[in-house]
C-alpha cells in the first residue's frame, strides 16, 4: 500500500494547487480529490485545516480522503435536476464515478472517502515545495 498525504488550509486557491500536485495520478483520483476539497471550502469554510489522501491499495484500487474537523457538517447526496442550480452535484459526480464512497467520524474529526478502480503510480507523484494554500 502506497500513500501520499498532505496536510493544508481549504482554499479555493488550494484546489488546482492539489489537483496539479497529484497531476500523474488518474483523471478521476485528481477530480474526486478536488470535489472533496471543494465541498470543505464551501460547507465548512474556507481556512479549515484538511488532510487530504491518496492510498493505492494492494487490492488494485485507489482510495481518495479529506479529513477536517467540520462534524456538525454531513455531505449530503443531491440529485441534481436540470432546474437546479450548478452547485450541489459535486458528490452526485463522485456517486457517478467511483466504486463506493463514505464518511468516518473520529476524535472530532470526519473523513470522507471514496474507492476507485485501478492504480495510480505513486512513485511518479510531485510532493509540494511549498505550503499550498499559503501565500507566497
Known sequence: MTTWELNLLATPKAVPEVRHLLR???YDVRLCASE???????HVGEGTPVTVRVTVTGGGHTRVEVTDPGTRSLPVLLQPTADTDESG???????????RWGVEYD??????????????????????SAPVGSSR
Request: aromatic share 2%.
Open 24 to 26: 500523474r495520478h488518474a
Open 36 to 42: 472533496l476539497l471543494t465541498n470543505v471550502v464551501d
Open 89 to 99: 452535484r459535486g458528490l452526485a459526480l463522485i456517486e457517478a464515478l467511483v466504486l
Open 107 to 128: 476524535r472530532g474529526h470526519k473523513t470522507v472517502w471514496c474507492e476507485l478502480e485501478g492504480e495510480a503510480p505513486p512513485s511518479t507523484v510531485q510532493e509540494p
